[in-house]
């Protein structure tokens, strides 16, 4: 009877590159040629979601891995040199971060280790909500700002390592903050494993020989300070990844406030500067102004100008949308922004605080000068919002009182009716607007003629403009007692307890300014933690055949080892290479092998001369490898099967390792086991199997063909109670079910094509209803 039950099966349209398991469901992400990624559940290979690809991120995805919680799922993206985190219930980008080079693989794991100190941290982390407030949902998209702050996950460390080409290593904590960048790994990553107790990296690498032939060669780096710096580690990477979210927070809300200034803010200026650009007299734009605000008449350039291009109901229309726009940007300012700032800078006093501690947080390479340069930073960027509420105050005032003239004086021009509540108006309201014309116009005249740039009466857009010119129309700081005491006073002019103001720059300027500090004052422990990491261990395994071999790892948390599966085709086909080595890099090391050459079944008689190979491998826990072998299709064809790692880890023959010769080039020496297989197999008819995806954790895997289109999936470990007959039965009708199921998904697929990729109905409901089934 077969060991494993078919629960689903598929024909995909398009070539699968990468396939994972969540390691909390039955979730399983794939990534295709398209650069298309998939989400599917275990039942019927149901299709959950599907996010296309886009310019913005890239089209070529290269690997993925999940987050240990599996609430995040992280892709590579090699056109484009990007590693973008998405969220698995909306399939939402939420953040993205450039690198290098491309990535070729990467490993998402979690620290277990267990003390006093980290427990007490893990239990007093969330001391910031008793003194920050929560950070407002973002207009028009509530639901992603919350999952942007969701993004810092749980407080128990977990690290994303990635491996790309020329030596490329790095190690982003919790996905989001890089601690470590690694340099000395040489040619390009084929897999990764970092240990729970993070005291070593094992890395998989394809190397190029001394004549020039590609090589796998197998490194264990070092990565004792992380281990024995970890409470420390756990700190410092919580705040940092604390400091990435609030950026990114802070980059939508400043996106938000540049959707709410719209362009008909712009039609003022547009229409005074074509009024300057075709006027005939010499008359200043002031003038033309103030003689319609004290004697009602006007030129008629001015009254065609006023009449025939503004117009009343556009001249309402403008009103309208700035004081719209105005106040949804103020609100934003207020908010979002200052809150922000406040956050930003509650974290990072409390990284410097950590700096100031040498004894613990200096070989972590914390800096205070560039933590302070940081936080200065940060003053300046909440000096430039404070200066842009001001701004916005001031210009929604002085609009209100200028249209509500202007509105009247256009009326009176097309002899229309004024309401009485606006034919009011006192000497210090036309006081107010002789003001503003003199301040906004006279200066813009001055402008456009040195500059041949157009009117700004509007002066709240060229905040928000992402541009490193400065400011067309800077504050007026005239009279400004607070600045005139600063520049008189010698002690407090370059006093750094005050933060800068950038009077000339944007709030867009600021902000990347902002942005380059802080990135700089990150990097820094980045660079001081990947110099500690040094190469323990390194073994030439084998030279690289034109069909490339497969490569498995694995870190077993309760013994603390790692284990390296390949194969070797040149040298054995029909064997399976095991390497095992502890992860503190200067225990032993183990290589063992076990061989197919003998090949046990319940369904067929045992012969001699019985060969088969392994395809793929992958391990299912600490003691199974779940294995894709490729049988003579006279006996089976493929089979998938589980096996027992138990017989050939007791094995206790020695190999001597000759370091000044490859492995394949000694492998005769390597203690080689026979292996029997039992009932744990199970015969992949009418399929040419070559990868296998699997999770020993909800007991599931995924097989799919070598031309990458066909693909079943099935429940490991089910006891099958019934008769022969009644499993016949049951096959033939989940074959059935099967064809009717594929067909109706197959038209869902293609609607869902049709329509760019858009997510499934409901599968957040889905999502979130087996998550809170799973926790009960």
């Known amino acids: 009877m077969p060991a494993f039950r078919q629960v689903g099966e598929k024909q995909l349209p398009n070539p699968v590159l990468c396939m994972a398991w969540s390691p909390k469901r039955d979730l399983i992400a794939l990534a295709n040629t398209t650069g298309e990624l998939l989400l599917h559940r ?11 690809p886009n310019e913005y991120t890239g089209k070529e995805i290269t690997a993925i891995a999940w987050r240990p919680d599996g609430k995040i799922l992280a892709f590579s993206v090699g056109d484009t040199k990007q590693v973008v985190l998405c969220d698995v219930e909306k399939a939402e980008i939420l953040h993205l971060f450039p690198v290098q080079h491309p990535i070729s693989c990467m490993h998402w794991m979690e620290v277990i280790e267990e003390s006093s100190t980290l427990s007490s941290f893990y239990n007093s982390e969330d001391e910031s909500k008793l003194f920050l407030p929560k950070l407002p949902t973002l207009p028009k998209s509530e639901e992603k700002s919350d999952e942007i702050m969701n993004l810092l996950g749980e407080v128990r460390l977990n690290i994303l390592v990635l491996g790309g080409g020329a030596g490329f290593v790095e190690l982003y904590a919790y996905g989001m903050y890089k601690i470590a960048t690694l340099n000395g790994v040489p040619g390009t990553c084929r897999s990764l494993s970092l240990s729970s107790d993070l005291k070593s990296l094992s890395v998989i690498t394809e190397v190029r020989s001394v004549d020039n032939n590609p090589e796998i060669c197998y490194l264990q780096l070092d990565t004792g300070l992380l281990s024995d710096c970890l409470p420390e580690v756990t700190r410092m990477a919580r705040k940092f990844t604390h400091i990435s979210t609030l950026l990114q927070y802070l980059r939508l809300s400043l996106t938000c406030m540049c959707e709410a200034w719209e362009d008909i803010l712009m039609q003022m200026d547009l229409r005074l500067t ?12 002031q003038d033309e102004f103030l003689e319609l605000l004290l004697w009602g008449q006007s030129s008629p350039e001015l009254q065609a100008l006023l009449m025939n291009q503004l117009t009343v109901k556009g001249l309402k229309k403008l009103g309208q949308s700035i004081e719209s726009s105005y106040s949804s940007i103020q609100k934003l300012v207020i908010s979002h922004l200052q809150s922000g700032s406040e956050a930003l800078l509650y974290h990072l006093s409390e990284v410097k605080g950590m700096s100031l ?7 972590l390479g914390l800096d205070s000068a560039a933590i302070e340069d940081a936080i200065t930073a940060v ?10 509420l001001q701004v916005i105050d001031k210009s929604m ?7 509500r003239w202007l509105y009247v004086a256009m009326l009176r021009m097309c002899e229309e009716h004024v309401p009485p509540e606006l034919n009011k108006m006192t000497q210090k309201d036309i006081a107010f607007v002789a003001d503003f014309l003199s301040e906004h116009f006279s200066e813009n005249e001055e402008l456009f003629d040195r500059k041949g740039k157009y009117f700004n009466v509007e002066r709240v857009g060229q905040y928000l403009k992402d541009e490193d010119e400065d400011l067309v129309s800077p504050p007026n700081t005239k009279g400004n007692q607070w600045l005139r005491f600063l520049q008189e006073s010698s002690h407090l002019k370059e006093s750094p307890l005050l933060f800068p103001s950038y009077p000339q720059k944007s709030l867009h300027f600021v902000k990347r300014m902002m942005e380059g500090v802080i990135e700089s004052c990150l990097q820094k422990p980045a660079e001081v ?16 055949p034109e069909r490339y071999g497969l490569i498995c790892q694995w870190n077993d948390k309760k013994t603390n080892m790692h284990y390296v599966v390949f194969c070797m085709p040149e ?9 095992r080595k502890g992860t503190d890099p200067y225990r032993y090391i183990a290589l063992m092998v076990e061989g197919f050459a003998r090949f046990w079944s319940v369904h067929l008689l045992l012969r001699p001369d019985f060969v088969c190979s392994c395809l793929d491998a992958r391990f299912y826990d600490d003691e199974i490898l779940t294995v894709v072998l490729d049988v003579p299709e006279e006996y089976r064809g493929r089979v998938l099967a589980q096996l027992p790692l138990g017989s050939a880890l007791s094995c206790e023959t020695e190999f001597n390792w000759d370091p000044s010769l490859r492995l394949d080039q000694q492998s005769d020496a390597i203690p080689c086991q026979g292996l029997v297989l039992g009932n744990q197999l199970r015969d992949l008819e009418n399929m ?40 016949s039965q049951n096959a033939s009708a989940d074959q059935d079910g099967l064809e009717t199921t594929g067909e109706g998904e197959q038209e869902a697929e293609d609607e869902a094509e049709e329509h760019g990729g858009e997510v499934y109905q409901k599968t957040e409901d889905h999502l979130e209803s087996e998550e809170a089934l799973e926790l009960s």
């Open 42 to 52: 275990l039942a019927n290979f149901q299709r959950v979601w599907s996010l296309p």
């Open 688 to 727: 040419k199997a070559q990868f296998v995806a699997v999770n020993g954790i909800r007991k599931v895997a995924c097989v799919l063909s070598a031309n990458l289109r066909h693909v079943r999936v099935f429940e490991m470990d089910v006891e099958d109670e019934e008769d022969e007959e009644g499993e």
């Open 357 to 363: 501690w040498k004894q613990k947080f200096q070989p």
């Open 397 to 403: 005032k002085n609009f209100k009182a200028f249209f």
């Open 379 to 388: 003053g300046s960027f909440s000096l430039k919002a404070n200066e842009l």
């Open 529 to 544: 933690i990947g110099k500690s990491v040094k190469q323990a261990v390194f073994l030439s395994l084998y030279t690289v």
């Open 571 to 579: 040298v054995s086909p029909s064997k399976l290479y095991l390497l």
């Open 274 to 285: 074509k009024f300057v650009q075709e006027k005939n007299t010499s008359t200043q734009v």
